[in-house]
């Protein structure tokens, strides 16, 4: 799952707490452009699998990518029972995904961002 630290409503640290507090468990990668150490090392010490500051690049977005619910192949329900938002949603946010790293499916997307070996 990819979350920005400072979202309308809810931080990124905020739902990474709400997240753990649900039982919810997901790789969660911290995006930000307003990052700090203190900020960092609290979201990797509960659970994030990488923090990421803006203007990020999509080689070390993409990187982090086959351990996230998208690469691991779930379908758009079993996603949204387990992050308990709407599979719409989650439909939205893949195909942001898609488009930000220009690919038009998922086979064109994995292969393609493996590390070699």
């Keep these: 799952m990819l ?5 309308p409503g809810m931080t990124g640290l905020e739902l990474q707490a709400a997240l753990a507090a649900r039982h919810i468990e997901v790789p969660l990668v911290v995006l930000t452009a307003h990052g700090d150490v203190s900020t960092a090392r609290a979201a990797l010490k509960n659970g994030a699998f990488d923090f990421l500051e803006k ?5 070390q977005l ?7 619910l998208l690469a691991a192949g779930h379908q758009n329900r079993e996603i949204a029972t387990q992050l308990e ?5 989650v439909e939205v946010h893949r195909a942001r995904i898609m488009e930000k790293l220009e690919c038009h499916s998922l086979a064109e997307l994995i292969p393609a961002h493996l590390p070699a070996g």
């Design 3 to 7: 979350t920005d630290l400072r979202m």
């Design 55 to 59: 203007p990020v690049d999509d080689a």
């Design 85 to 89: 938002i709407s599979p719409r949603t």
């Design 62 to 68: 993409v990187e982090v990518l086959p351990n996230a």
